[in-house]
């Protein structure tokens, strides 16, 4: 089945720094998304992309959507304390009627 | 305001004694999924509905089952709690396939 490969899988940053995750697949999607999962919480949406070559920013953050449609990337600029939880990437295609797969997540520990 | 709501945010049972979870949504989306999610891992479907229509995961077990009583409402049932059934139990929506999945804070389950 599809599968994505998300890196690093852990990061601990200073404060300040910028940080850069990225998922990869060996499939084609039509939708990409970011989100952030705090502990023991749900997961909240960042950035959703749609389009191949997208580049979107919120705020500090920034994703694309790579232009193979197999690969997308998340970029935090001037990290603070609060970007600290668990970053996963997800992909919808038509392969698999819109459900999302879900990468393996990437732990963010930002130290003050 | 909260758009997708899940009752209660923690819940203890026993092992073996039926349990369920309860998601609400004020979007109005045709499709609710539910996740679990086990400690630092990405969230695992279980199944979804696209309306009234059920969509059950090929490895999701019997003992999970759900209902849907009308667009806002769906419930996870887990009708006989093992020990291995403890985990985060998230439920998400969206407008129809292939759109941007948002989830609810989540419930966590303990069973002793």
């Known amino acids: 089945g599809q599968q994505l490969n998300q890196s690093p899988q852990s990061m601990f940053i200073q404060e300040g720094e910028d940080v850069s995750m990225n998922c990869t697949s060996s499939s084609i999607f039509n939708t990409w998304l970011w989100y952030k999962q705090d502990p023991g919480e749900g997961p909240v949406l960042l950035i959703a992309?749609?389009?191949?070559?997208e580049l979107t920013s919120n705020g500090r953050l920034t994703a694309q959507f790579g232009i193979t449609r197999k690969d997308s990337f998340l970029n935090i600029s001037a990290s603070i304390p609060s970007d600290v939880g668990i970053y996963f990437c997800?992909?919808?295609?038509?392969?698999?009627?819109?459900?999302?797969?879900f990468g393996q997540g990437t732990t963010l520990q930002v130290k003050p | 305001d909260a758009m997708v709501i899940q009752n209660p945010r923690y819940q203890v049972t026993q092992f073996g004694k039926p349990v369920t979870l309860s998601c609400s949504q004020t979007?109005?989306?045709?499709?609710m999924y539910w996740y679990q999610q086990k400690s630092s891992q990405a969230p695992k479907l279980l199944f979804h509905?696209?309306?009234?229509?059920?969509?059950n995961e090929a490895d999701t077990p019997d003992n999970f089952q759900s209902r849907r009583p009308n667009t806002s409402f769906c419930f996870l049932d887990i009708r006989s709690p093992g020990l291995g059934d403890a985990a985060m139990y998230l439920c998400a929506t969206n407008k129809r396939d292939g759109e941007t999945q948002y989830f609810g804070p989540g419930t966590r389950l303990l069973v002793l």
């Open positions: 997800a992909g919808s295609g038509s392969s698999n009627t819109g459900k999302l797969i």
């Open positions: 979007l109005n989306h045709n499709v």
């Open positions: 992309l749609y389009k191949a070559g």
């Open positions: 509905y696209y309306d009234k229509d059920f969509n």
